[in-house]
């Protein structure tokens, strides 16, 4: 609504009524928050703050009424313009609708202030600086006279905090620790209320935790020293433009914290961070840039600062998350890429684990992604001989779980099932075995069962040979077409691997366990199974029955995991990330599952 239909639709009060207050009432408590810049347009006016921005557009008189509210809200005389202008009247109701737009974007600010730069920021500066007023932060490090300390005294005075350098041999060199604290804070509670942020820099690479308490500060530190030490330039000279940009940067994030302000990650308006996680600032001098990315690689020891995230849903939830696990800076897994290889006919996407090649393939190049994801981090986590299970998401998981573990199971009662390719019946299954059989110029045959006795759901298993050289591609399905797709879809990423990339170590094929978060709300009108979309929907339909009648084949259940006391660091620290990442890990039976090719 523009301000001229604002005051176009006022209606004036009751007679003998009395108006209700509104924001012309009220506005002797505001005034514009420092540093907003106004331009004035033909027909409006344009305000940009120092994060924030709105355009007023009405009619040729809007500029002149605006003339009149900044100097209203500069010179205090808000009482005496809400006396003269009627309640009811098309002028109130203009004022007001600027007033509030005032307020949507954040550009006025309660009066009287605190220092000239908390008006600017903060939504109630004399609260903000009251806060900062009862603080002291304490600079600890190896170095007290190190371009690190210097820098953040330095910034630490300019925002008229108190300031204790102290040195101590607790932290590496190329670190330093900032602590605030309460000064007059009660002695049973010391220690428990401090805010705190680590800053590291070596060799041309640096960054800054997220705020939390000297302890989680100190895990988030180590985590981050250890994986930017791939990132670092060894022999290069000392320079300041990095210490200046980290340590003023660690004091930004702390003093927000103290005086109750967002943190400055939250401003930088970059849709990468993922939500409800802590973001990490990392900084490189080649060339001299900051940015913020979300932190999940350490263990959480402030159980209430982060807690994980609730788990995966779809299929655009696990795509979010998998950056942060994979941050090229930050992350604790290797990015699939999909570089060079082919796409077609089925998508491939490579990364490494353990200095080994991983190759995954799917119908689509996401899905591939995220099943290198799921078995690139099972192999992290299985370094010390752990069984375990990765999904995205608890369903995910279940469903790549049970599918492994009767894969590998030959127990169960098989009954002969014939099938033969039918591009009416079931698209996708005679499209990936006319992809293999013809296209690829496989000679494969493939062998359909129907497992167990008959009771409870139904379960198919599909399993294409190469008459020379063996198996190539098997599925455990709801359906027997459904297993013929995904078996025949494994076998076509099997043969692509061979000849697109003989040397990994490691081959990921799919399952229909990623159906359930594929699954779209809705379909296009023309997608019929043909399409890859619309079969994983229906292929998600099933999956809930499918796993019911697994476990019960098996006679197991998947169940949750977690590292025990012994385990390695970095076992507990990836861990920790997927769960703060809404991944599941579950553990599974040795006996039943195999370390290696995963279905």
Same mark, same amino acid.
């Given at each position: ?8 639709? $006022? ?13 012309? &009432?009220?506005?002797?408590? =505001? ?139 607790? +932290? ?5 620790? +900032?602590? $605030? ?65 980290? !340590? ?17 990650? !939250? ?48 299929? *655009?939830?696990?795509? *979010? ?15 699939? &890429? ?42 992290? +986590? ?50 990936? =075995?006319?992809? +293999? ?6 000679? $494969? ?34 359906? !027997?077409?459904? *297993? ?16 697109? *990339? ?15 978060? !594929? ?81």
């Amino acid at each position: 609504m523009t301000v001229d239909q604002a005051a176009q639709s $006022a209606t004036t009060s009751p007679e003998g009524g009395q108006a209700e207050p509104d924001a012309l &009432d009220s506005l002797m408590r =505001w005034t514009l928050r420092p540093g907003v810049s106004v331009t004035v347009l033909h027909n409006g006016v344009h305000l940009r703050g120092w994060i924030t921005s709105v355009t007023l557009e009405g009619g040729a008189g809007l500029p002149v009424l605006w003339n009149r509210l900044a100097e209203t809200l500069a010179t205090d005389g808000s009482a005496e313009l809400a006396r003269t202008v009627p309640a009811g009247s098309p002028l109130r109701a203009a004022l007001v609708t600027v007033i509030d737009q005032l307020h949507a974007h954040d550009l006025l600010v309660e009066r009287p202030g605190g220092e000239k730069w908390l008006d600017a920021v903060a939504d109630r500066p004399t609260v903000a600086a009251a806060a900062l007023s009862r603080s002291r932060v304490r600079v600890l490090g190896a170095r007290p006279d190190g371009p690190l300390s210097r820098a953040a005294v330095r910034a630490l005075d300019r925002a008229g905090v108190r300031t204790e350098t102290v040195e101590t041999a607790d +932290l590496p060199d190329g670190q330093i620790l +900032l602590v $605030a604290s309460e000064v007059d804070v009660s002695p049973a509670l010391a220690g428990e209320q401090d805010s705190a942020v680590v800053v590291g820099l070596r060799s041309g690479v640096g960054f800054v935790t997220p705020v939390g308490s000297a302890l989680q500060a100190r895990a988030d530190a180590d985590g981050l020293a250890e994986r930017l030490r791939r990132r670092e330039v060894h022999g290069a000279a000392e320079h300041s433009g990095p210490a200046a940009l980290l !340590a003023s940067s660690a004091v930004q994030r702390l003093v927000c914290a103290v005086a109750g302000l967002r943190d400055p990650s !939250a401003e930088a308006g970059d849709a990468r961070l993922l939500p409800g996680l802590p973001a990490a600032l990392v900084a490189e001098r080649e060339p001299l840039r900051g940015e913020y990315r979300s932190w999940a690689g350490s263990v959480l020891v402030d159980a209430d600062r982060v807690r994980p995230r609730p788990a995966v849903r779809t299929l *655009a939830e696990a795509l *979010a998350r998998i950056p942060v696990l994979t941050d090229r800076m930050a992350g604790v897994l290797d990015e699939p &890429d999909p570089g060079p290889l082919p796409q077609l006919p089925a998508a491939l996407v490579r990364c490494s684990v353990a200095d080994e090649v991983l190759l995954s393939g799917a119908a689509r190049a996401d899905l591939a992604r995220l099943e290198a994801v799921c078995r690139a981090a099972e192999l992290r +986590l299985g370094t010390e001989g752990w069984d375990l299970v990765v999904g995205a998401g608890a369903d995910h998981a279940r469903g790549r779980a049970l599918r492994r573990a009767l894969t590998r199971q030959h127990t169960a009662t098989a009954t002969h099932v014939p099938w033969s390719p039918d591009p009416e019946h079931h698209p996708q299954a005679h499209h990936w =075995w006319s992809v +293999l059989v013809r296209r690829l110029g496989v000679d $494969a045959e493939v062998a359909v069962s129907r497992l167990g006795t008959g009771g409870g759901g139904a379960v198919f298993r599909a399993r294409f040979r190469e008459r020379a050289s063996g198996l190539l591609g098997t599925a455990v399905e709801a359906s !027997a077409d459904d *297993a013929v797709a995904f078996a025949a879809l494994s076998a076509v990423v099997r043969v692509q691997s061979a000849t697109d *990339a003989p040397h990994a170590r490691h081959l990921v094929t799919p399952t229909g366990a990623s159906a359930t978060l !594929a699954r779209p709300e809705a379909t296009a009108p023309w997608e019929d199974t043909g399409w890859t979309t619309a079969w994983l929907a229906e292929a998600a339909g099933r999956e809930p029955e499918l796993q019911e009648a697994l476990a019960a084949l098996t006679g197991w259940t998947p169940q949750p995991w977690e590292p025990p006391a012994g385990a390695h660091a970095d076992v507990r620290v990836l861990w920790s990330a997927l769960r703060q990442c809404g991944f599941s890990v579950l553990s599974a039976r040795h006996e039943a599952l195999s370390a290696e090719g995963s279905p």
